[in-house]
T-cell receptor, first 114, second 116 residues
Framework: DSGVTQTPKHLITATGQRVTLRCSPR?????VYWYQQSLDQGLQFLIQ???????AKGNILERFSAQQFPDLHSELNLSSLELGDSALYFC?????????????FGPGTRLTVL | AQKVTQAQTEISVVEKEDVTLDCVYE???????LFWYKQPPSGELVFLIR??????QNEISGRYSWNFQKSTSSFNFTITASQVVDSAVYFC?????????????FGKGITLSVRP
C-alpha cells in the first residue's frame, strides 16, 4: 500500500459526459501528479500540483482540468468524454517538488467510456 | 527533450532463470533521476528504485540489481533466480531536475512472464 488513495476504482460512463476523479496524497506529501495509462500512448504525464499551485503541464487535453485543494487532495475533471479517453488514470504524490523525490502511485481509476 | 526507450517489449523465462531488462534514456540535463517501477497484474505501480545521475554505483536489493552506466545512457535491471511473482510489466522512468518540473517520463514498459 503506497498510502495514496484514489476514488473511484472503476468508472463507466458515456460519451459526452463529465466525470471527476479524486486523489488523496500520502500524509505529508505536497506534490500531486496525474498520469494517464492507455494501450496506445503508454504512461503519460498530465499535470502536477504543488501545495495548491499548478507547477507543470504535460499532454493534458483542454477538456481536462485539475485542482489541488487546501487539504492537499486533488481532483481531475474530464469533460465531453470521448471513447479515446478510456484509460487508467493514476495519481502520484511526492514529498517535494524536485525530481530527487520518488513518486508513489495510487491504485488508479479505470475509466471506461462507452 | 527527455526520452526513455525500453526496446524489449515482452520477455518470457522459466522460473529460476536470470533476466535483464534494458533501459536507455536521453536527456540534456546533467542532473537527472532514473527510476524503475513494477506494475503487477493487479494494476498498481510499485516503486522499485531511484538513482541520481551522480551515483553510478551498482545497487543490489535481494534478487534485484541495477546497473547504471552514464557512458551508454543505460540503467538496466536484472532479476536473479526469477520467480512467478516477478511476472509483471516493468517501467523505466526519467525525471529531470531543471525547472523544478519533476514529471516522470516513462518507457513503454517490458512485460515479463515467468513460467513455473
Amino acid at each position: 500500500d503506497s498510502g495514496v488513495t484514489q476514488t473511484p476504482k472503476h468508472l463507466i460512463t458515456a460519451t459526452g459526459q463529465r466525470v471527476t476523479l479524486r486523489c488523496s496524497p500520502r500524509s505529508g506529501d505536497l506534490s500531486v501528479y496525474w498520469y494517464q495509462q492507455s494501450l496506445d500512448q503508454g504512461l503519460q504525464f498530465l499535470i502536477q500540483y504543488y501545495n495548491g499551485e499548478e507547477r507543470a503541464k504535460g499532454n493534458i487535453l483542454e477538456r481536462f482540468s485539475a485542482q489541488q485543494f487546501p487539504d492537499l487532495h486533488s481532483e481531475l475533471n474530464l469533460s465531453s468524454l470521448e471513447l479515446g479517453d478510456s484509460a487508467l488514470y493514476f495519481c502520484a504524490s511526492s514529498v517535494g517538488l524536485a525530481g530527487v523525490y520518488e513518486q508513489f502511485f495510487g491504485p488508479g481509476t479505470r475509466l471506461t467510456v462507452l | 527533450a527527455q526520452k526513455v526507450t525500453q526496446a524489449q517489449t515482452e520477455i518470457s523465462v522459466v522460473e529460476k532463470e536470470d533476466v535483464t531488462l534494458d533501459c536507455v534514456y536521453e536527456t540534456r540535463d546533467t542532473t537527472y533521476y532514473l527510476f524503475w517501477y513494477k506494475q503487477p497484474p493487479s494494476g498498481e505501480l510499485v516503486f522499485l528504485i531511484r538513482r541520481n545521475s551522480f551515483d553510478e554505483q551498482n545497487e543490489i536489493s535481494g534478487r534485484y540489481s541495477w546497473n547504471f552506466q552514464k557512458s551508454t545512457s543505460s540503467f538496466n535491471f536484472t532479476i536473479t533466480a526469477s520467480q512467478v511473482v516477478d511476472s509483471a510489466v516493468y517501467f523505466c522512468a526519467l525525471s529531470e531536475e531543471a525547472g523544478a518540473n519533476s514529471k516522470l517520463t516513462f518507457g513503454k514498459g517490458i512485460t515479463l512472464s515467468v513460467r513455473p
